[in-house]
Nanobody, 124 residues
Framework: QVQLMESGGGLVQAGGSLRLSCAAP????????IGWFRQTPGKEREFVGA????????YYADILKGRVTISRDYVQNKVHLQMNSLKPEDTAIYYC?????????????????WGQGTQVNVSS
């Protein structure tokens, strides 16, 4: 398993943007798919999007499609989740996770390494 660490969460007004980052201290993302999920109290953890570290285009869930971009940073060994036009309903804890399955893997059960999450709060 890969140890993961999310960062970049915080408080933002509706319509604003945030960029979350996922790092793997001491580990590597090579040959893995890195996914982003989010969770609010009382709800299931839901898939946001994912990307294969080595190549290929990201895959996005419909919930944030058009408002998010996942990118790879090969210099810093991080994966970023850029979120724009944020809405209060985007308030959640955002997690990154890894899987050996492809980027269209939306089930959290297929992901075997998780970070602790980073809180995103969007005020109205």
């Amino acid at each position: 398993q890969v140890q993961l660490m999310e960062s970049g969460g915080g408080l933002v007004q509706a319509g604003g943007s945030l960029r979350l980052s996922c790092a793997a201290p001491g580990g590597v993302f090579k040959s893995l798919t890195i996914g982003w999920f989010r969770q609010t109290p009382g709800k299931e953890r839901e898939f946001v999007g994912a990307v294969i570290w080595d190549a290929g285009n990201p895959y996005y869930a419909d919930i944030l499609k058009g408002r998010v971009t996942i990118s790879r940073d090969y210099v810093q060994n991080k994966v970023h989740l850029q979120m724009n036009s944020l809405k209060p309903e985007d308030t959640a804890i955002y997690y990154c996770a890894t899987t050996r399955y492809g980027p269209t893997t939306t089930s959290r059960d297929r992901y075997n390494s998780w970070g602790q999450g980073t809180q995103v709060n969007v005020s109205s």
